[in-house]
């Protein structure tokens, strides 16, 4: 789990179990949760030091399930092999929160490249699958 500014309270659910806090702050005990501090990139755990920690911990997939900001991070670090999307048959229009931040792409052909593997309805919804092309 990413937190910036270790805000998580010591009580929170996600911390009675196994669980690794990745934090630009002083670590602090949070629960039974292992609270790492990792270098900061524009005041967010810098996405080279996350993927470092992970894998001194030998942790080697990911579930990134976060704001725009923490997705984009990673697609921009070339850290997303697979895309799990799900998309409701509703409009938010500019009200709404992008699902990717900015990737700051210079042109089309810089932009990252998956392929749809599938796509399946749930409900009214629709679960696609993606691996980088």
Same mark, same amino acid.
């Given at each position: 789990?990413?937190?910036?500014?270790?805000?998580? %309270?010591? &009580? /929170? =659910?996600?911390?009675?179990?196994? &669980?690794?806090?990745? &934090?630009? +702050?002083?670590?602090?005990?949070?629960?039974?949760? *292992?609270?790492?501090?990792?270098?900061?990139?524009? $005041?967010?755990? !810098?996405?080279? /030091?996350?993927?470092?920690?992970?894998?001194?911990?030998?942790?080697?997939?990911?579930?990134? *399930?976060?704001?725009? #900001?923490?997705? +984009?991070?990673?697609?921009? /670090?070339? +850290?997303?092999?697979?895309?799990?999307?799900?998309?409701?048959?509703?409009?938010?229009?500019? *009200?709404?929160? %992008?699902?990717? !931040?900015?990737? /700051?792409?210079? =042109?089309?052909?810089? +932009?990252? =490249?998956?392929?749809?593997? $599938?796509?399946? %309805?749930?409900?009214?919804?629709?679960? *696609?699958?993606?691996? #980088?092309?």
């Amino acid at each position: 789990m990413l937190d910036s500014r270790l805000r998580t %309270p010591a &009580t /929170a =659910k996600v911390a009675s179990g196994n &669980t690794l806090i990745l &934090t630009t +702050a002083a670590p602090r005990p949070i629960g039974q949760a *292992e609270v790492v501090s990792v270098a900061a990139a524009d $005041g967010r755990p !810098a996405i080279a /030091a996350v993927l470092d920690a992970l894998s001194a911990r030998d942790i080697r997939s990911v579930l990134i *399930e976060g704001g725009g #900001r923490v997705v +984009a991070s990673f697609i921009q /670090a070339g +850290a997303v092999d697979a895309i799990e999307w799900f998309r409701a048959p509703i409009l938010l229009g500019g *009200e709404g929160r %992008p699902c990717v !931040a900015s990737l /700051a792409l210079a =042109k089309l052909a810089d +932009a990252p =490249k998956f392929r749809r593997l $599938g796509v399946e %309805p749930v409900g009214d919804d629709l679960w *696609e699958r993606y691996a #980088r092309a």
